[in-house]
T-cell receptor
Framework: DTEVTQTPKHLVMGMTNKKSLKCEQHMGHRAMYWYKQKAKKPPELMFVYSYEKLSINESVPSRFSPECPNSSLLNLHLHALQPEDSALYLC??????????????FGPGTRLTVL | SQQGEEDPQALSIQEGENATMNCSYKTSINNLQWYRQNSGRGLVHLILIRSNEREKHSGRLRVTLDTSKKSSSLLITASRAADTASYFCATDPNTGNQFYFGTGTSLTVIP
């Protein structure tokens, strides 16, 4: 299984809502990533988990809260978002952060709209 | 920002022609990777070239890397309409803690 799955595919939420994005992989990868991508822009790294521990937080606002319950799952909890947070949220995984062959496998993304 | 730059930003060619896109980056790297993204979808890994390699081939793809100039190029030969997508380079710097995507090239292949 070489697939990264993400749910939901689309999400519309108000600024006062609390929602979660989910990501799952069964490739035995030990590094997992959250990216945010605005239209016609490259993905921007948000968080990196390595061996289920948060290793990188790219100064992301606290209204985004990542969680890695186990080595296969990665969540992104959303609370009190702003309309400018509307974007495609991509999850990715790779073998680990230190291997020389850290090809990243991406999920299809969650299209988030904040009203 | 350590984000790489790609050029051209957009490229439109006829089916069967070759497409070349370039990537320049700022730091020393472990490897450089190329990804493709169809509109609004996830990214697909195309090819990885290590810092000690100069050229790599995969099917219709040819990637070159010049670490002295901090640049890479991706050549797609005999392009097809299905190659229409955005192409991003991504660098894995020696710090090992970041993974930077370039600005991307939007390729349109006209049937």
């Amino acid at each position: 299984d070489t697939e990264v799955t993400q749910t939901p595919k689309h999400l519309v939420m108000g600024m006062t809502n609390k929602k979660s994005l989910k990501c799952e992989q069964h490739m035995g990868h030990r590094a997992m990533y959250w990216y945010k991508q605005k239209a016609k822009k490259p993905p921007e790294l948000m968080f990196v988990y390595s061996y289920e521990k948060l290793s990188i937080n790219e100064s992301v606002p606290s209204r985004f809260s990542p969680e890695c319950p186990n080595s296969s799952l990665l969540n992104l909890h959303l609370h009190a978002l702003q309309p400018e947070d509307s974007a495609l949220y991509l999850c990715a995984s790779s073998q680990d952060r230190t291997s020389g062959n850290n090809e990243q496998f991406f999920g299809p993304g969650t299209r988030l709209t904040v009203l | 920002s350590q984000q790489g730059e790609e050029d051209p930003q957009a490229l439109s060619i006829q089916e069967g022609e070759n497409a070349t896109m370039n990537c320049s980056y700022k730091t020393s790297i472990n490897n450089l990777q190329w990804y493709r993204q169809n509109s609004g979808r996830g990214l697909v890994h195309l090819i990885l070239i290590r810092s000690n390699e100069r050229e790599k081939h995969s099917g219709r793809l040819r990637v070159t890397l010049d670490t002295s100039k901090k640049s890479s190029s991706l050549l797609i030969t005999a392009s097809r309409a299905a190659d229409t997508a955005s192409y991003f380079c991504a660098t894995d710097p020696n710090t090992g803690n970041q993974f930077y995507f370039g600005t991307g090239t939007s390729l349109t292949v006209i049937p």
